[in-house]
Structure formats: structure tokens, C-alpha cells
């Protein structure tokens, strides 16, 4: 409490505090009303259809993070640094990630030649897949972003998002094919495109077509910065989607169904750390500059805080999982709430693992941050192949649980530098010593 009564009179923190809150009105919006509408989708479509469409999102997730050729938060740095002519940065980076998307089609077509997909599961994918050519526009919201201007990117986000929908409900409503909602994942990344477009192109009247060039020197820079961001994008996302892949292809379509409208409820809190971190981190900072005992106390006062919340959130999810799934899913996901109360426990390690996140890249620990996901991941993969066979999504459940807790926390032993770290969390997790506290 003693880091919030601070900043809460701390000027600098508040002015950033404002500048993100555009950001985080969008992201709340999202979070509820999308809940509010995938529920809607997951009763209509049902376990198995739903498992379908689930399936097909996880495939492309796993390597759309190659489109983005791990640029994103390297042109956000050379935009704010101002080294480069903006106009070619932004110029250079479109065609970029549009060449990455392109990877990324031909890279599902191989694959889908390889699983024992059905022909409409493999449209669906491509359809979806298609998404990320339009994908290269977000280089606007970088734009932006180095302008200090996120409510033009929340404009843009919240007018796709509502328009979309509307049409999945209005698809809802008149028995459309599952097919149909593949096509509004692509719609709404085609209006996201548009509505970035038409902003810069509102601030930026005489300069779109004369200046936005691609630059071969440039794209030079910038792959030579990002090149080593892919490799973890990729490893992320595995880590984040291989489970529904994976289930897909050992337990089929309906089981996907279930475990992924757990996932749905248990990963729309993941949010609020990102939040949390983002705004209390530049007073973690800047007491770097005062002092190593300062700056420590401060981020264990963060470690406790995300903990706290992360564990809340848990207990109440837990307790009411069942009305909670009953309520929102109905009677056909009578599996949910069992994969619901052991996933929602990795958010515990999420959240921990969001907070020191940003330690390692302040220590110049990118290379262990690294490792400490591929970790994370590579355990993940292996008990997955292990428990689903014999647990079923529940066994899932506890793949990533357990994976979480190694990527978070247990990978942190294992290095000199990040021991001081694991001290920390561990004194963290041992929350009974609050209770003892005088």
C-alpha cells in the first residue's frame, strides 16, 4: 500500500497514468463485452463446432507472431529515438510484416498438408490466416504510440470490435454457418485496417503516398534488432496455443471445445498485470536511480501486490466455477468448469511472471528472459503429450499450470543473476508469513 500512497501523489506517474488510460477504457471494453459475445457464439456453435473454430484460431496464433518479424516494439523505439526519417520507418515496416504474412500462409499450407485435418477445417484456417496480411497496418498504432496519440488506436479497435459484434449476433440469430464467424475474424482485421489508415491519414493529409516508402537500408536496421524477437514470438506463442493443437489432434474437436471455453474465462483476467505493470513500473524505475534498497523494496511491494490480486481472482473463480460455467455455457460444457478451476491458478504465475518481465529487460537479461519461456514451453509440450492422453483437458489444465510455474518462477534458480529474483518471489508466494506479520 505504501508504493500506491506514493504514487498517487507522484505527478510523473500520473501523467502516465493518463496517457495509458485510453488504452485500458479499450481493453475493458474488449475484455466484457467480448466475453459477452464468445459465450454467446460458444452456446450457439456448441462443443464441437466451437472446438473447430478454437482449434483453427490456436493453429494461426501459433505462428502469426512470425508476421510481425518481431518489429513491433523495435519500431515503436526508433520512432520515439527519431534517427530515421518516420515516414520510411513506417514505409519499410508495412512491407515487411506484409512479407511475413505471406511466410506465414505458405507455412500453414505446408502444415495443413501434414496434420489429418477435414477440408472445411483447412478453409477455416485460410481464412483466418488471410487476417494477418491485413495485420501489417498495425505499424499505424506504433505510429501513434511514439505520439503519445492511443485514442486514435482505441477508435480504430473499438469501431471494428463493435461492428463485429454486432455481426456475430446478428449471424447468431440467423443460424449462419460456422464458416461465417472465420469470415468476421477477417472482416474485423480488414475495418481495424481501414479505421488506422483513415487516422494517419487524417494527421498526416499531404505526406501517406509521397513519403510512406520502403527502404532497403532501413529494413536492414531493423531486422538487425529483431531478428532474435521472432525466434521468442514464436516460442510464446507455442507456449500460449500448442495446448488447444494438441488436444485437437489427441482427443478431437468437442474436447477442444471445453478446455478452450475454460481458457477463454481463465485468460481474460491476463489483462490486468499488463495494466498494473505498465503503470506502476516508471516509479520502479526511477528508484533504480535513488537506490539498489529502494528500488528492490519497491518491486517486492509489486510482487506481493500482483500475487494478492492474481490469488483473489483464483479463489473466487474456483469456488463459483461451476455457476459461473453454467451460467455463461450452459449444460453442454459440463467439462468447463472442471479445466477452469486448475487453469485459472496459472494466472497466480502470469502475474508474477508479467511483473518481473520487465526486471529482466531493465537488468539487460533479455537472452534469460528468453530461456526461461523456451523452458516453460519445452515442459509445457512434453507434459501435455504425457497428461491429455491420460487426463484428458484436465491433464491440459495442469500442463500449463506447472508450465507457467517454470517459465515464472522455478526457471529463476537456475541462474546466478536471476537467483535474487526466485528469493523474492518465493518469499512472495509464501503467503501465510502476512498473516504472521506484526
Known amino acids: 500500500m505504501e508504493l500506491f500512497k506514493y504514487l498517487i501523489k507522484h505527478d510523473g506517474f500520473i501523467k502516465y497514468f493518463k496517457n495509458t488510460s485510453w488504452v485500458f477504457l479499450e481493453k475493458v471494453l474488449r475484455i466484457f463485452v467480448g466475453i459477452f459475445v464468445t459465450v454467446w457464439v460458444a452456446r450457439y456453435l456448441g462443443p464441437e463446432q466451437f472446438g473447430i473454430l478454437s482449434y483453427a484460431i490456436a493453429l494461426v496464433g501459433i505462428f502469426s507472431s512470425i508476421s510481425t518479424l518481431g518489429l513491433d516494439s523495435i519500431v515503436v523505439r526508433e520512432l520515439v529515438k527519431n534517427e530515421i526519417e518516420h515516414y520510411e520507418i513506417i514505409g519499410t515496416t508495412f512491407f515487411l510484416k506484409l512479407l511475413g504474412a505471406v511466410v506465414v500462409i505458405v507455412i500453414l499450407y505446408i502444415i495443413t498438408n501434414v496434420l489429418p485435418n477435414d477440408e472445411h477445417t483447412n478453409v477455416l484456417i485460410f481464412i483466418i490466416a488471410s487476417s494477418t496480411i491485413f495485420h501489417s497496418f498495425n505499424v499505424i498504432d506504433f505510429y501513434f504510440q511514439s505520439k503519445v496519440l492511443s485514442k486514435y488506436v482505441v477508435y480504430a479497435n473499438i469501431i471494428s470490435f463493435s461492428i463485429c459484434s454486432f455481426i456475430k449476433i446478428f449471424l447468431i440469430l440467423n443460424n449462419a454457418s460456422l464458416t461465417a464467424f472465420a469470415w468476421v475474424i477477417l472482416l474485423e482485421s480488414i475495418i481495424l485496417a481501414i479505421g488506422l489508415l483513415y487516422f494517419f491519414i487524417k494527421l498526416n493529409p499531404n505526406k501517406i503516398f509521397s513519403s510512406v ?32 493443437v494438441m488436444i485437437n489432434q489427441l482427443l478431437g474437436n468437442e474436447a477442444v471445445g471445453q478446455y478452450s471455453a475454460a481458457v477463454r474465462l ?18 520502479i524505475i526511477n528508484a533504480r536511480k535513488v537506490s539498489h534498497h529502494l528500488y528492490y523494496s519497491r518491486l517486492q511491494k509489486l510482487f506481493n501486490f500482483m500475487v494478492w490480486v492474481a490469488i483473489s481472482i483464483a479463489l473466487l473463480v474456483t469456488f463459483f466455477s461451476s455457476t459461473i460455467v453454467d451460467i455463461l455455457y450452459g449444460y453442454q460444457y459440463f467439462e468447463t468448469a472442471r479445466v477452469l478451476t486448475i487453469h485459472i491458478w496459472a494466472s497466480v504465475f502470469v502475474f508474477l511472471g ?27 509440450i512434453i507434459l501435455n503429450l504425457i497428461f491429455i492422453p491420460r487426463y484428458g483437458i484436465e491433464g491440459a489444465a495442469w500442463a500449463t499450470l506447472i508450465g507457467q510455474s517454470i517459465a515464472a518462477y522455478f526457471s529463476d534458480l537456475l541462474n546466478a543473476e536471476t537467483r535474487s529474483i526466485f528469493k523474492m518471489k518465493t518469499k512472495t508466494l509464501l503467503i501465510w508469513r502476512f498473516f504472521n506479520a506484526k
Open 213 to 244: 516508402k520502403f527502404k532497403i537500408k532501413v529494413s536492414k536496421t531493423l531486422l538487425s534488432d529483431s531478428w532474435p524477437l521472432i525466434l521468442s514470438g514464436l516460442v510464446i506463442s507455442v507456449y500460449m496455443k500448442i495446448d488447444q
Open 266 to 283: 481463465s485468460e481474460a483476467w491476463y489483462f490486468v498485470p499488463v495494466v498494473i505493470a505498465g503503470s506502476l513500473f516508471p516509479a
Open 354 to 380: 508479467v511483473a518481473s518481465g520487465k526486471w529482466f529487460v531493465i537488468e539487460n537479461y533479455k537472452l534469460l528472459y528468453f530461456f526461461r519461456t523456451f523452458y516453460g514451453m519445452l515442459f509445457n
